[in-house]
């Protein structure tokens, strides 16, 4: 039996981790969970409102790492950049518990249920990181597109490593952000195809 609460919690998520993988989100049912963590169900709803839940713990921390990443990077950095800046603080987090995040981001792929739980907790932080580059004086409808597109850059970045553990998830970030960078640089294909003698006379 776990002596603490944290300890509890802990368990109740790697227990419910290990039951998703092996059984599936939708067959495993809160009474198991608690069961493989050694607690009985009422502990599990002192801890976490549903199943979805316990995947999806570590939000609150990861909200404060991001906004106190925004409010404390350096001034005069263009928008994309202090996201960078934040993303990777964030990044940290998840490489500093890749046993449970790996897996955890296979499961929620794989999962209806758990992908439209996280679009709902994407589009809070996105909100609350659009708010932190406004009080940094971004302008309104631009803070809103750089959170919105620096968290669709950190999402694929996550992904890319699950798919390639070989480089850290900074390195994907960083490749990501550039790429990003690189986009909104390319020409137009009417522009390109002028530049190369393409466009009609």
């Known amino acids: 039996m776990p002596r603490s609460g944290a300890e509890a919690r802990r368990r109740l998520q790697q227990a419910a981790l290990e039951l998703y993988r092996e059984h599936g989100f939708d067959q495993t049912?809160?009474?198991?969970?608690?069961?493989?963590?050694?607690?009985?169900?009422?502990?599990?709803?002192?801890?976490?409102?549903?199943?979805r839940e316990v995947l999806f713990d570590g939000e609150a921390d990861?909200?404060?790492?991001?906004?106190?990443?925004?409010?404390?990077?350096?001034?005069?950095?263009?928008?994309?950049?202090?996201?960078?800046?934040?993303?990777?603080?964030?990044?940290?987090?998840l490489e500093d518990n890749r046993p449970f995040s790996e897996p955890r981001l296979q499961v929620i792929a794989k999962t209806p249920a758990l992908r439209e739980r996280e679009l709902a907790k994407a589009a809070s932080l996105t909100e609350a990181v659009?708010?932190?580059?406004?009080?940094?004086?971004v302008p309104e409808r631009l803070a809103g597109l750089a959170a919105q597109t620096g968290w669709a850059a950190f999402h694929h970045a996550a992904q890319a490593w699950i798919d390639d553990p070989s480089r850290s998830l900074e390195a994907h970030l960083s490749r990501a952000?550039?790429?990003?960078?690189?986009?909104?640089?390319?020409?137009?294909?009417?522009?390109?195809?002028?530049?190369?003698?393409?466009?009609?006379?």
């Open 29 to 51: 049912t809160t009474a198991e969970i608690a069961a493989r963590a050694g607690v009985n169900e009422r502990t599990f709803f002192r801890h976490f409102p549903d199943k």
């Open 62 to 93: 990861l909200r404060a790492a991001l906004m106190e990443a925004v409010a404390e990077a350096p001034d005069g950095l263009q928008p994309l950049d202090v996201l960078l800046c934040a993303f990777r603080r964030a990044g940290r987090i």
């Open 130 to 137: 659009a708010d932190a580059l406004r009080a940094r004086g």
């Open 177 to 201: 952000f550039d790429d990003l960078r690189t986009l909104s640089a390319t020409m137009s294909p009417a522009q390109a195809a002028a530049e190369s003698g393409g466009g009609r006379a």
